[in-house]
């Protein structure tokens, strides 16, 4: 007969050693974890051991470099010394640090050479009793005050660490957001953005012109503007070169283009030959009181290739058959030669049509039809 064994608990020290080894295991291996994510972000960041008394060090010997074109051998090498003192002793890591005489000395020998080595460990005890009294750091504005610092230097030199002489804590806001908008502004500037100084807001055009801004930006809207109209009449695209003489230059009178029946805006809406438009606005010309105009006697040709290829043919048929709705293929071809023959933008005809640039757009795809009167103005442009 087998006789059981009990094995006895392990003691609670014992469970307690373990999870405190656990924990430190743990924790070692996170304290390594961050170590190496700081070995690679400083291999990242090779200004990551710039610290703030760096800086102020930094931005003083840019001031003495300003002032003195190099080293300083005034008798306002103590103002410096006395103004990076601070930062010096910070680095070194204070009064009890092994390398505060040797970095001390190192700067004044390199900045301010004139002051002797009394002058030096004066500054020093000086900074000492400041330490005791907890007031070893000077603000902005102390600082500040104790070198003399310019507006003009600040800004030449882009110092940070301490304010300009002679300004209080408002003055210094105030300071501060205008250079920040005039900071912004000189962005928003190099981006191709309009300043404000010449927005329509301060130019107010509406004035000039003799009318309200309300009535200025509906002309704007449906392009009545008289700037808007200048630029309809000159021709945006590039000039060709196939009509003009090789001696004078001048364009041939047969291939010059001939205004077209320009219209006026009515506020009457009307209803195409198919129906309403989808986003269609107010017609320019009522329905039904025009009438297709008589074509010259020899006819309007079409001219299928610019380039000189292709035969010339007669629309005249289908143009005087054409009083409305679906345009049929001949005309579309027709309008689109005649634009591209007169160097027209796609706008410009359908001002002088007196329709819409979609709309037109639309009866060339041939999704929608044109009412009479529109009809009527295509066609007298077409024959002008």
Not at 293 to 304: A, K, N
């Amino acid at each position: 007969m087998r006789v059981r064994r009990e094995t006895e608990p392990p003691p609670m020290c014992s469970i307690w050693d373990r999870f405190n080894a656990q924990v430190m295991e743990r924790a070692k291996a996170q304290t390594e974890a961050l170590a190496v994510e700081r070995q690679i972000r400083r291999r990242r960041n090779k200004r990551s051991n710039w610290t703030t008394e760096r800086q102020t060090l930094h931005e003083i010997g840019a001031l003495i470099q300003l002032r003195h074109s190099g080293a300083c051998n005034t008798d306002d090498g103590e103002i410096y010394l006395r103004a990076a003192l601070p930062s010096l002793i910070t680095k070194a890591g204070g009064f009890d640090g092994e390398d505060l005489d040797q970095d001390v000395a190192t700067w004044a020998n390199r900045m301010v050479p004139r002051l002797d080595r009394a002058t030096v460990n004066g500054c020093v005890e000086e900074a000492q009793q400041r330490n005791l009294d907890k007031r070893l750091w000077p603000n902005a504005t102390e600082l500040g005050t104790l070198l003399q610092l310019t507006v003009p230097e600040r800004e030449s030199l882009g110092i940070t660490r301490f304010r300009p002489v002679g300004m209080t804590s408002r003055q210094f806001e105030k300071y501060r957001r205008e250079r920040r908008a005039a900071q912004e502004k000189a962005r928003r500037v190099a981006k191709g953005s309009r300043p404000r100084e010449q927005s329509k807001a301060q130019l107010k055009p509406w004035d000039a012109l003799g009318i309200s801004r309300p009535t200025y930006y509906r002309m704007q809207k449906a392009g009545m503007l008289p700037a808007q109209i200048r630029d309809r009449e000159t021709v945006s695209l590039r000039a060709g070169t196939k009509y003009l003489q090789p001696i004078t230059g001048q364009s041939h009178l047969t291939e010059q283009t001939a205004p077209g029946p320009a219209r006026n805006a009515s506020p009457n809406p009307t209803v195409s030959a198919v129906g309403h438009t989808p986003g269609a606005k107010t017609r320019v010309v009522p329905v039904g009181h025009a009438r297709a105009l008589p074509l010259p006697e020899d006819g309007v040709f079409e001219h299928p290739d610019l380039l000189g290829g292709g035969e010339w043919k007669q629309i005249n048929e289908v143009v005087t058959a054409y009083d409305g709705g679906v345009l049929p293929e001949g005309l579309k071809r027709a309008v689109r030669d005649a634009q591209r023959v007169r160097q027209m933008t796609q706008q410009a005809v359908a001002d002088q049509i007196g329709i819409s640039r979609p709309q037109l757009a639309n009866a060339l795809q041939g999704r929608f039809g044109l009412s009479r009167s529109a009809a009527t103005n295509l066609l007298e442009w077409l024959a002008a």
